[in-house]
T-cell receptor
Framework: ETGVTQTPRHLVMGMTNKKSLKCEQH?????MYWYKQSAKKPLELMFV???????ENNSVPSRFSPECPNSSHLFLHLHTLQPEDSALYLC???????????FGPGTRLTVL | GEDVEQSLFLSVREGDSSVINCTYT??????LYWYKQEPGAGLQLLTY?????DMKQDQRLTVLLNKKDKHLSLRIADTQTGDSAIYFC????????????FGTGTRLKVLA
């Protein structure tokens, strides 16, 4: 039990769909992260929220839109994605942005 | 720029020791982490070492840090088939804003 849950675990969507990924942490952490994991590539940090404010955005395409309504919940809204966006999307949380991160199981996204 | 490198694959026989290596470029790394990812799961923190330490041992795991060469290794003693997974090295850089940099991961295969 990692204390970080993600739903759905698997998602297949067309390029014109709109969907959202959800992450929830039960660890009392105040920083949350979205990562993209593609085959044979380093983990790519997409967004960081600390104290519910976005502090880092590594120039991710605007078709990915994060939302952090409170310190326990993080969403990633998806809109008109491309097939190359197919990947495992991992959520993580930490106590402060400088401490070790605890990861959720990920959402396996396939864009057709 | 910051970079963390790992070899992609490692195969060992059950009962042998495994050594997974990682090199990094940024000398301002403060914490260095090892994560394990089993199939279909998120990343699980295995162990970490602070940059002023040379070695840390935790049951079957031994972490060695050579700061001069910017080299980190994870040794798994008496490797078991359940250790088959992808192992990620990650460094925390604290010059300026906090930043996590992950390696590409090393896929460990344990042969019975």
């Amino acid at each position: 039990e990692t204390g970080v849950t993600q739903t759905p675990r698997h998602l297949v969507m067309g390029m014109t769909n709109k969907k959202s990924l959800k992450c929830e942490q039960h660890l009392g952490h105040n920083a949350m992260y979205w990562y993209k994991q593609s085959a044979k590539k380093p983990l790519e940090l997409m967004f960081v929220y600390s104290l519910e404010e976005r502090v880092e955005n590594n120039s991710v395409p605007s078709r990915f839109s994060p939302e952090c309504p409170n310190s326990s919940h993080l969403f990633l809204h998806l809109h008109t994605l491309q097939p190359e966006d197919s990947a495992l999307y991992l959520c993580a949380s930490s106590r402060g942005s400088g401490n070790e991160q605890f990861f959720g199981p990920g959402t396996r996204l396939t864009v057709l | 720029g910051e970079d963390v490198e790992q070899s992609l694959f490692l195969s060992v026989r059950e009962g042998d020791s495994s050594v997974i290596n990682c090199t990094y470029t940024d000398s301002s790394s403060t914490y260095l982490y090892w994560y394990k990812q089993e199939p279909g799961a998120g990343l699980q923190l295995l162990t970490y070492i602070f940059s002023n330490m040379d070695m840390k041992q935790d049951q079957r795991l031994t972490v060695l840090l050579n700061k001069k060469d910017k080299h980190l290794s994870l040794r798994i003693a008496d490797t078991q088939t359940g250790d088959s997974a992808i192992y990620f090295c990650a460094v925390l850089i604290t010059s300026g804003t906090y930043k996590y940099i992950f390696g590409t991961g090393t896929r460990l295969k344990v042969l019975a």
